[in-house]
């Protein structure tokens, strides 16, 4: 009976283990040693967790044990090996490699072993000791990133050509946002050590940061013609072929990551993800389903797969959601997805007050989780409101700018109809549609809130910086959408910079528009206001009073859409939207699903 408990054990920290949840395969393997203190496969596949952690010392005695048990398997004598060379104990490793040839055949495994030790041998003064490395690694994974910099910049004293040393500071400048610096660092790294698909996925990652997509592709290409089964760097190019709307080459890249690591249910979730915004749910269902038979606790999934699926009393997920939600040994994380998948499940099959109740736990949840409060809101809504007169006025004139980008501002409550909006828009073949970005909070904010002195030259510096970024996001098109909502706030400003924009102001029924904030699932800081039913209505409140504001001073610039009159006559409305943009009319813009952009919305 014990045997057979065991097996099974093994096979769900094994599992575990295949899909990269290491917290969950390392309490099986520790929950089976406390049964079984000399299993050898459960004390061999909880050193090499730690040896994956980059904790080669933790690592070193389940090693040994497993070597103990079973001396003849070459598999732990190479992890030991590792272990002991990560930890610069060279002789020890070197005497490894001779009793384990002895005790388990000689063969490539000891030769590369070899190999191995010798390169990490020539490379002893390269870089810093492994505890040191592992505790740079540990800062970075608790998000100390100043301290990492302080600490490796010491190191680099002793170490100037510490490929290692460049790499950690890279991170650790990429988790401050400074991508630039961070690419800085990539590159002295790979100077020192050329062929380093981490490294590569790295800087990749970090271009990507900086809308530099291909030079970030051709990072991550390296890195798999180097190590041909990295699978982050897979996992990366689908992510950024999603992004440019290229979802064949992105789907072709995450079955590829799929191929090497079937049980990697993170790269199921982005294929379900893709498909379910390609409109073909059948496939998405079964992507995501795969993910939640590798991984069925994981909160995150049901509430993914939850968006998609129509539920009966009688649904084998629905029901699992239920028996999850009950369980103490879930993970508040998890539970907090939990809420929001059953609040849909129980509003499918008509049980409105179990719905509502969890969409308020849910809600309340994440509002804990958050510093949010609407007076705040409100406070810097009035300080936007008092600059207003003074950016108009320093507004720039149409005959003094170039118009080779133009703009197209899509705002409006989130949850109003935006998404649809810019699908219709960027149905037009002048129009790129670059969905939510960033750049107008980034580089305007403190200029509205008047923390910046506001005159003809910050005015002009925000335009620079705005469409400087704007031109990475597409070439060969005359108009860029901006489907950001919440550069509402920022009316006067865009008017001001941008006298050539075209701007739409998407209006939705209030009480629809605050009720699908509330329903929704938003992880986003700037959309704390929506975990409160109370927060919503006192912020559409003074997003209304905002809007009118702006509307009564700039309705020659900016076109209203009626998200309501728009569904319910479309072919009309979307005529008008398309003509008070300023657009040729074309019929491709009556045809909006057929455009095969994907859209990211909430």
Known sequence: MEKQVIENMMKQAITAHQSNDLPKAEGIYGEILKIVPDHADANRLMGFVWLNRGDSEKALPFLATAIKRKPSASSPWKLYIKALTNLGQYDNANKAIVDGEKAAGTGQTFLSLEKFLNEKRSKQQVNPPPKKIQNLVTL???????????????????????????GIQGTAYAGLKRNETAIEQYEQALKLNADSPFILNKKGSALREINKTEEALNCWTRAIEIKPKFVPAYMNLGRAFRKEGDTETALKHLQKAVDIRPNFAQAHVLIGRILKENGDNVSAIESLNTALRINP?????????????????????????????????????????LMFGLAKAYEDTGEYEKSFHYYLAGNKTQK???????????????LIKKSQPIIDNFAIKIADVSQSIVPIFIVGMPRSGT????????????????????????????????????????????REKYLAALKLEATGY????????????????????????????????????????????????????????????????????LIQAWEAKYSARVYTCDYDQLTSDPEAETIKLINGIKLDWQESCLSPHENPRTVFTA
């Open 297 to 337: 606790e994981k909160g995150e999934l049901h509430r993914i797969l939850s968006t998609i699926v129509k539920y009966t009393p009688d649904d084998k997920q629905f029901n699992q959601m239920k028996d999850l939600a009950e369980s103490k040994e879930i993970d508040p994380e998890s539970k907090h997805h």
């Open 140 to 166: 970075i994974g608790n998000k100390q990133f100043d301290e990492v910099l302080r600490l490796a910049g010491e190191l680099a004293k002793a170490y100037p050509n510490s490929w290692r040393l460049h």
């Open 419 to 462: 998404s649809l909006i810019e699908q219709i828009v960027c149905s037009h073949s002048e129009v790129f549609g670059a969905g939510e970005l960033s750049h107008v909070v980034n580089h305007g904010l403190d200029l509205c809130l008047g923390k910046k002195k506001i005159n003809q030259s910050s005015i002009l510096t925000f």
């Open 478 to 545: 005359k108009f860029i959408s901006d489907k950001m909502p919440h550069n509402f706030r920022f009316l006067p400003l865009i008017c001001a910079a941008f006298p050539e924009a075209r701007i739409v102001n998407v209006k939705r029924d209030a009480k629809a528009t605050c009720w699908s904030n509330f329903k929704q699932h938003f992880p986003a800081k700037g959309l704390a206001y929506s975990h409160n039913l109370d927060d919503i209505v006192r912020y559409f409140k003074i997003y209304k009073d």
């Open 368 to 382: 804990d989780q958050k510093e949010f409060k609407i007076e705040q809101e409100e406070e810097s809504f009035l």
